[in-house]
């Protein structure tokens, strides 16, 4: 039998007994789900309406003054104008909640309570601006001699380019995805590996299969339902997106967030697979499987810690991360959605990411040899190498 027939049967046959698990149904079920809820309950319960505003006459507030809010406000409807018979009623209708915001005879803005918020202080500025045109026309000065100067813009030049703040969450999702699923699946390795040891299955596997093969496809079969879930998650999103039409919006790098999501948990998984699975020879039960995995998983935290100071601006430190095989799955998967990498960055981390995994590969399989058929209790890393040499 071809070695790559081997390892397809073995990855097929953890695939299949993996998916079929509750743990794993009802976890994909509940992620899912979140998926959901969390792309589409923003936009129903968000508020794109307009505030009330409440006047005494339309005399009050001027269509013109409405305009200048509007475009003081960068052109957002923020304002409903309504127009009450008194100073009375405006100040029921804003104590009743009926009227964010109130302007009777001064003018003067009133609210219900609480210091006033960002659209009351712009509008509270345009009144005042309103009245100063107001009486410059009484003191016979041209409103027209005075345009050039009113409308004068103040030119703003940003010393860099900012990040999008809908690219920074798609690549703080994706920071968190990443770390999720390689942990998660990583565990599963572990615990799988484990089980094998403890019931003595690998043995009669090993009796048929090399441990590099049985390895490969232990990892590859876990890997897809990895691979099958951010697919998932991807393809939901970008569904409940479109159910949702104008009211949901899709970021202009959510295409890019997810090739990089899926391309660096591959990529990733590749390499905390395999370390994973050595970790997991070593131990004898499953009380031991987060000590035996513990200096991988501390390395995959750092990374994910780290990457999340380079979320609205990437530094020095998420750059260089970017290019260690350990780090690289979190941090070059966030500057690519940031629009921080270059190609030929993107390329040289994937480069030597892929060395690591061939070392790893190399190294792992023979810890994995050396440990998995190992009895008596715990090994350690010293005594799993000299193992494989016998």
């Known amino acids: 039998m071809k070695w790559w027939t081997t390892v397809g049967l073995v990855a097929v046959r953890e695939l299949v007994e993996r998916a079929r698990s509750k743990a794993f149904i009802f976890s994909t079920a509940f992620i899912l789900l979140l998926v959901v809820a969390a792309v589409v309950i923003p936009a129903i319960v968000e508020d794109d309406g307009p505030g009330t505003l409440v006047v005494v006459s339309s005399g009050d507030l001027s269509d013109a003054v409405v305009e200048r809010f509007e475009a003081s406000s960068g052109g957002d409807p923020l304002l409903e104008l309504s127009v009450a018979i008194d100073d009375a009623t405006v100040r029921a209708a804003v104590e009743a909640g009926d009227a964010d915001v109130g302007v009777v005879a001064g003018p003067e803005l009133v609210i219900a309570s609480g210091e006033p918020g960002g659209s009351v202080t712009l509008l509270a ?6 009245q100063a045109i107001s009486q410059l026309g009484e003191q016979g000065i041209s409103v027209a001699d005075l345009a050039p100067l009113l409308q004068a813009d103040v030119p703003v030049t940003a010393l860099k380019e900012g990040i999008d703040p809908e690219d920074a969450t798609l690549a703080f999702v994706g920071v968190i995805l990443l770390y999720v699923t390689i942990l998660t699946y990583g ?4 615990l799988g590996v484990i089980e094998e040891k403890s019931n003595r299955v690998v043995e009669v596997v090993l009796g048929a299969v090399q441990p590099r093969h049985l390895l490969a496809g232990k990892v590859i079969g876990i890997g897809l339902l990895g ?3 951010v697919v998932a998650i991807g393809l939901i999103a970008f569904g409940a997106s479109a159910i949702g039409g104008d009211a949901v919006s899709i970021p202009d790098a959510a295409p890019t967030a997810f090739f990089a999501a899926l391309l660096w948990y591959i990529v990733g998984f590749g390499i905390y697979g395999v370390m994973f699975a050595a970790a997991g020879a070593l131990a004898s039960r499953q009380e031991e499987a987060g000590n035996a995995a513990l200096p991988f998983t501390i390395l995959l935290t750092i990374g994910y810690i780290v990457s999340f100071s ?6 020095l430190v998420v750059r260089i991360l970017s290019f260690l095989p350990p780090f690289a ?3 070059m998967q966030l500057r690519m959605v940031n629009g921080d990498a270059a190609l030929w960055e993107v390329l040289l981390s994937l480069a030597i990411a892929m060395a690591m ?20 209790g715990k090994l350690k890393w010293r ?4 193992s494989a040499e016998q």
């Not at 380079?310 to 530094?315: A, L, Y």
């Open 227 to 229: 691979v099958g879930q």
């Open 125 to 130: 500025g345009v009144l005042g601006f309103d």
């Open 357 to 376: 995994i061939y070392a790893v590969i190399r190294v792992g399989e023979r810890f994995y040899r050396g440990a998995v058929l190992g009895q008596g």
């Open 329 to 331: 799955p979190v941090s």
């Open 383 to 386: 005594e799993a190498w000299r």
């Open 187 to 190: 565990q599963w390795v572990v």
């Open 310 to 315: 380079g979320v609205e601006e990437p530094n």
